[in-house]
């Protein structure tokens, strides 16, 4: 099995925070070099840029993130949403994934109940589709359990923490890009160390205005 990996799309962007980092004097590069191995040091020359279509460890990401974490984001765990909101953004305005556009209509899908629950799970496995394009691991679901939507990441376990923040905050920014008056929200959970969920805090029936 293939070493668990991001895409490089998703890759540059802590590329360019580490550069941003380093260039506003938030972190040294002696302190950067300290807090990554010797994989990740290259990283922080600032003309190295991931190549797109190529894998990335998610071991160096996650380290890569985490020294983000203490340096820019000062441990407040807002950081790794935030982060994961300007990654929709990005990749949004971007137009490299044709799934960001078309999630933002997840909230159009409403004034008919029956109809609306179908309607999201649709969209819903757009996200899925999204996230298997990012990440060479993990095996990512839609489940539904009466008008409770979930998307569920199995066999999860190299999916680290902060990655479980980011992509919750991508979620939920994904929501806003409609002009939903009530976009849903998405709260993550880790029930088990290879289990993930991502729950719907809005039920579909209030979404349609059921």
């Given at each position: 099995m293939s070493e668990p990996s991001i895409k490089g799309t998703t890759f540059q962007g802590v590329i360019d925070d580490l550069h941003a980092?380093?260039?506003?004097?938030?972190v040294s590069i002696e302190e950067a070099e300290a807090r990554l191995d010797p994989a990740?040091?290259?990283?922080?020359?600032?003309?190295?840029?991931?190549n797109p279509a190529s894998w990335y460890s998610i071991e160096s990401y996650r380290r890569m993130v985490e020294l983000l974490l203490d340096v820019v984001g000062n441990g407040d765990l807002a950081y790794?949403?935030?982060?994961?909101?300007?990654a929709a953004i990005r990749l949004r305005d971007a137009g490299v994934y044709q799934q960001v556009e078309y999630v933002g209509r997840?909230?159009?899908?409403?004034?008919?109940?029956?109809?609306?629950?179908?309607?999201?799970?649709?969209?819903l496995r757009l996200i899925v589709t999204l996230a298997r394009s990012i990440y060479n691991f993990g095996e990512w679901d839609v489940e539904v359990d009466g008008e409770q939507l979930r998307v569920v990441v199995t066999d999860a376990?190299?999916?680290?923490?902060?990655?479980?923040?980011t992509i919750e905050g991508f979620m939920n920014q994904m929501s806003e890009f409609s002009d939903s008056p009530t976009p849903a929200r998405w709260t993550s959970c880790r029930p088990s160390v290879s289990r993930i969920e991502f729950a719907?805090?809005?039920?579909?029936?209030?979404?349609?205005g059921g």
């Open positions: 980092a380093v260039a506003q004097g938030v990740e040091v290259p990283f922080l020359d600032p003309e190295t840029k991931a790794l949403t935030g982060r994961g909101e300007q997840i909230n159009e899908a409403r004034g008919d109940r029956e109809n609306t629950l179908a309607e999201l799970k649709r969209q376990r190299a999916l680290p923490d902060i990655s479980v923040l719907m805090s809005v039920p579909p029936g209030e979404l349609s």
